[in-house]
């Protein structure tokens, strides 16, 4: 009975209210006419439309058009402050949070140190609640929180069944959130790391197929394929750090041995970058602060950093290799520490891809940089809560009357 | 101006009747008020698509129904033999055709040995296109060809531009076909073997992420994730037989070195299984013939055949967990010659899909061997072909008046 499959009258609304409010979000205020015009869609059903997105507070009146061809017309315009979106993150040595308007703008970015391997995930939690609290503090109109993990993620549960590098096993990232704070549960979404950064990037270039790496002490990957993430039947898709390149090889924080991560993780550069003693290897000083010790050594032609960038590069372009031929994307991102360090890792990436890769010219693979780096997962997250809105502006309640005051 | 992207009523059209098609396909003869329930559409609605269905001579009356609750309906159905779809195969040793009609049962299965890298393209193209007139020979109801080929195909053009296996470079293959038979080049469609493999496997259970491989003296890989095909954005996508597994290996075929093929193809086994005067390495001998003696020779326990089989699967299994960490499918479908040997290749392969992958049980990953075993790219074909219509009906014209004898 009624079942969801044939293409209803309600759904065509809900997808005609989202295209309007994607056609807004990509070319600014626009007068009704030439919503119509752009969307394909009637005069009079774009008014009414308009007039459903206005009670919903997601768009307001901007003015008149200055003119040009035809009569001026009123604009139309997102309200970018009518929702946010909040992205959350669990991360090895940190827990943080990034907030953005509807129009993608960053309203808050926080980050704080912690330990969390080291302190256990109740513990760690705390912090990350705290964190939410105080970046949403005084926002009326959050449209949800999504939860950046790096590690195995069931999104249907909000839990996280395993995570090495966090030392995680089935943790309940939604229900521990949701009890301490004053989220409700539904509005919390747990998300794997790399899938988020995808998304992120996604969102700043114009392909449709894309791989993502993250680079830090583990690595991930995000898969788009067609314009959509690549899941899986259970969520676990993009585990691509644990490829086992080199089975008789060094133990990885999952347990196995000679996972790919144990060759171009974080670990890897340091330890061939520098002795134990080196300032590059001690953990006590900030990531950001050793990544520009190494990229001041390499900029200095030091033989030993460039020899130890070489060896990464060369060992990721062979693992890149084949994420090109099983996937054959437009662009493969570097995001986490690999975007750090781009002008000694992209070359030796290339020729490694350009010669295992079958298609001609690895397929127009491009491989470039994160311009996001480090905060991809959670400008990714923010993005993702946003995205229900962007997808379903019906998911936003009416709260006004159009024409008069609403009634008290 | 009235752009595609919002859904408007021919669309929604269009889809419902896909709908009504799909429906009766998986069910069988139904009711038109057992097509509403089951739809979700109304009464109203679906008499009129029933009708459009019906002057394309898509569906036909199929009696009454026997009763149950409500009154006795008159029942509709398709008309398997209303149009058919052809699937056409270009192979390292053979060319062939599959026709199948609507319901999928099959019409004409052809297959000639020819050695298509000794013979180069041209003569190729010959012979498949002899053997596509013979296969299509009184049908007037092909809804179009799919041609079947192993490697890079560009699907847009119709062309082959590499082709390890087949040595073949910028084969034109659709406008060679076009050139020698009566079939228009719109109807001709060019894809990758385990592409269609991969959507033929997908047809025949109910998940949707799957990953399918073809094992002959070349290895490929079709991707499925949610539902759909993943091409990449050259549609080159699934070249995981060109993994460099073992970038100081043996030379390949396709002038590398170490690649995932030469641990896993045909070749590798037969070295492994006998010595080079051992009937089985007689590429004289028909292919099934000699899967038939390495399966007598491992059932009788013979040392060799089992380690060599043991030697296979634990390379087979190495890369599937590469594959199985990327994508987390719900099955892994051995295509090709590995489908004739499961009992000894399906247990080491999931022993090292199991170590190596970092979900939990491999991510509930099965691994089976295909049921269509070197008929896949065929069905695939022939499939892809029907899909034309099973997602939009229209694309069949409509060609008699319901009511009446059409005009003449």
Known sequence: MGQSRPADQAGLRRGNLALLVRTLREHGALSRAQLAVRSGLS??????????????????????????????????????????????????????????????????????????????????????????????????????VTVSVPGLVDTNAGTVPFSPRLRWRDVAVADGLAARTDLPLDQIVVENDANLGAMAELSTMDVSDLVYLTGDFGIGGGVVAGGRLVRGVGGFAGEIGHMAIDPLGPYCSCGRRGCWETQVGLGALLHACADPDDPIRDPALDLDQRMRMIRARAGAQDRRTLDALHQIGVALGLGVSYLVNLLNPSVVVLGGYFAALPEWLVEPIRNQVVAHVLAPGAGGAKVVGSRLGFTAATTGGALASLRRVLEDPTVVPVVQATEEEAPA
């Open 43 to 144: 005069k009079a059903t774009v008014s009414s439309l308009v007039t459903d997105l206005e009670a919903r507070g997601l768009v307001h009146d901007a003015g008149v058009s200055a003119g040009g061809q035809g009569r001026p017309g009123q604009l139309v315009d997102l309200r970018p402050d009518s929702v946010c979106g909040v992205g959350l993150d669990v991360h090895v040595g940190h827990v943080g949070a990034l907030v953005t308007d509807l129009s993608g703008e960053v309203l808050v970015h926080r980050k704080v140190v912690v330990d969390v391997p080291g302190i256990g995930p109740e513990r760690a939690l705390d912090q990350l609640a705290l964190v939410a609290n105080e970046a949403m503090a005084g926002l009326k109109n959050a449209i949800g």
